[in-house]
């Protein structure tokens, strides 16, 4: 079953801050994160596993709430390079295919 | 490194034609999956390839058929194309997607009229 996320869009302004959430009805092994831009491929950007702990790099974070079945992607201080459709793509077992959300799409503008 | 290949990047069919895509994933990778993107519906999976054996399908007809080759390479064909199968068709490859995600590449766009 297909993750819902919100919001669906969003616009921020450079140095704001965003949150980005991910829900499932199903019990999850992994949620992972990916960035696509216009015109090019979805690039990853991390996994969160069920039991890990809260995972990031740079300005960018996520968390994985098991017992809601939930991820949440954190942008803090954004840039202009962070626009983009943001997706999750939850794994309910391991080894089974990604199911994706139908994305959000941020805007950063100056 | 070389990324994940896909060719054609651009195709535009008639209906009732068939169409095959390719994908050449990263060097070292064994698992090809296949996503079909677009707008409406997002990234809906297709089907995942392991050493050459098809390891999970999607809720696609019969039409969409895919295969690995031993050199990991993989290609998914469409018969009978229809006005809904215009898409953009995605690869991606992994050698542990657990750990490391998938690689995607940048897609053929497959416009059916």
């Known amino acids: 079953q297909q993750p819902v996320q919100s919001p669906q869009a969003v616009i921020l302004r450079e140095g704001e801050d965003a949150v980005i959430n991910c829900s499932s009805s199903?019990?999850?092994?992994?949620v992972h994160w990916y960035r696509q831009k216009h015109g090019e491929a979805p690039v990853f950007l991390m996994i969160?596993?069920?039991?890990?702990e809260q995972k990031g790099h740079e300005k960018i974070s996520a968390s994985f709430n098991e017992k809601k079945q939930q991820s949440s992607l954190y942008l803090t201080a954004s840039q202009l390079s962070y626009s983009g459709t943001y997706f999750c793509?939850?794994?309910?077992?391991?080894?089974?295919?990604?199911?994706f959300g139908k994305g959000t799409r941020l805007s950063v503008i100056a | 490194k070389a990324g994940v290949t896909q060719t054609p990047r651009y195709l535009i069919k008639t209906r009732g034609q068939q169409v095959t895509l390719s994908c050449s994933p990263i060097?070292?990778?064994?698992?090809v999956s296949w996503y079909q993107q677009t707008p409406g519906q997002g990234l809906q999976f297709l089907f995942e390839?392991?050493?050459?054996?098809?390891?999970n399908k999607g809720n696609f007809p019969g039409r969409f058929s895919g295969r690995q080759f031993s050199n990991s390479r993989s290609e998914m064909n469409v018969s009978t194309l229809e006005l809904g199968d215009s898409a953009l068709y995605l690869c991606?490859?992994?050698?542990?997607?657990?750990?490391?995600?998938?690689?995607f590449g940048s897609g053929t766009r497959l416009t059916v009229v």
């Open positions: 390839y392991f050493s050459e054996t098809q390891r």
């Open positions: 060097s070292g990778h064994r698992s």
């Open positions: 991606a490859s992994s050698r542990d997607r657990t750990n490391y995600g998938y690689t």
């Open positions: 793509g939850t794994e309910p077992m391991g080894n089974t295919p990604l199911v």
């Open positions: 199903k019990a999850l092994y992994s």
């Open positions: 969160l596993l069920k039991g890990g």
